[in-house]
């Protein structure tokens, strides 16, 4: 071998070395991960039930949001209505909000948070607002004054079927003491029945 060959095979081995092995060599993994800082939002109350109410009546609405940055934007909304707005939400904060009902129905209540960054968190509630069953009328209260009347005179034509008819002060007293007994017994057995009905 000349030396001219041998000079031509060491530059080439070098070449090969500087190409193929030293990046090996000294090839350094490089790994990593972008965390990215999610907005968890919590509905405390309503929750997804039926709430009775008279003709009005107040819903507590309680939510609290949760993220890795310590201040974002958060929104809350009725049926697509804002309801609440805070661009310096800070974080871990419970919002407390009571709402006045007066119409009864479906609604939907919405939270959303969302950062500097555009990392965002939604939650969602649907309730029921209904009325409180009204109570039955009592009967007593649909009789009137002059039907109730004619049933007392009635009652007193039935007690004095059975007691006869009074003969003193006395008699007369004890015979109206028994016909209102009678009538208000009648009434009250009445509305009991209609009440379980």
Known sequence: MNIGNMVKTLILLSIFSIIFLLPAVNAINVSFTIDSPLINVTIISPTNTTYTILSNGTVNYTYIADSTLPIFHLKA???GNLIYDNASYANNTIINIQRNFTSFGTYNFTVYGENILGDSGTSQV????AQIPSPPTPVFALVGLIPTV?????IMWLVSIFMGPPKSPRELVEFTLVAVIVFFVLVTGINIIVGLI
């Open 126 to 129: 649907i309730f029921t607002v």
């Open 150 to 154: 004619m049933a007392a005179g009635a």
């Open 77 to 79: 909304y009725q049926n």
